[in-house]
């Protein structure tokens, strides 16, 4: 919740650091660890109140959160990590429908989700390292397809970057983030965006 907020910002020009309100942090990378303690959070939601960073509603939904969550995590990072096991999908999903972190219709979506993932894939990492597997790909976008988890146009465009590579060649997100990553490609990643439909001439 905390520091990802900021990300919502006009740009990132507009943070000055260090940050007073958040323990003096001296770059996004600091203040991120500091919020992502649910300790912390009066401090950061504050903050990004303040800033215009977050609504009303957000800023409340946020302070209500128990300083503890499910498994006994006491962070972003350690509840994410505890939630991504499948053995704890349920007490997760029963944590986040009792603080209002997720409406019934989706959640009734992810538990649907998880009980028939391509491949018996239990949490976002091994369905990505299923889903990027080649021979894997036709069944992962049927799947997405049919849960609604992508549109035509976009399985559309998805296919043809498999069909024709991407810029530098690459295949799937790892590779594409990777080589579009190292500054030197970005004209290229920019233009290769364009033709696949993935942006338009402004946006790039």
């Known amino acids: 919740f905390g520091f990802s907020l900021l990300a919502t910002a006009s740009s990132p020009f507009d943070i000055t650091f260090p940050i007073p309100e958040l323990a003096n942090c001296q770059d996004e990378a600091e203040c991120r660890a500091f919020c992502d303690d649910f300790a912390n ?21 946020i302070r209500d959160l128990p300083e503890v969550g499910p498994g006994g995590c006491q962070s972003e ?11 704890n ?8 429908e009792e603080h209002g972190l997720i409406g019934q219709e989706e959640l009734e979506r992810i538990r649907e989700l998880t009980e028939d993932a391509p491949g018996g894939c239990r949490n976002p990492e091994e369905c990505r390292v299923y889903c990027e597997d080649p021979e894997n790909q036709d069944e992962c976008f049927e799947f997405a397809e049919e849960h609604g988890l992508i549109s035509p146009e976009e399985l559309e465009r998805a296919r043809a970057l498999l069909q024709g590579g991407g810029p530098g060649g690459c295949k799937n997100e790892t590779e594409c983030r990777a080589y579009c990553g190292d500054p030197n490609n970005v004209e290229e990643c920019l233009d290769s965006a364009v033709e696949l439909g993935f942006l338009n001439k402004e946006e790039a």
């Open 77 to 87: 990072t350690e509840c994410r990590a505890y939630c991504e096991d499948p053995g």
């Open 89 to 96: 999908t349920e007490e997760c999903l029963d944590f986040a």
């Open 41 to 61: 959070k009066d401090a950061c939601i504050g903050f990004a109140q303040q800033h215009g960073l977050a609504t009303d509603e957000q800023a409340e939904q």
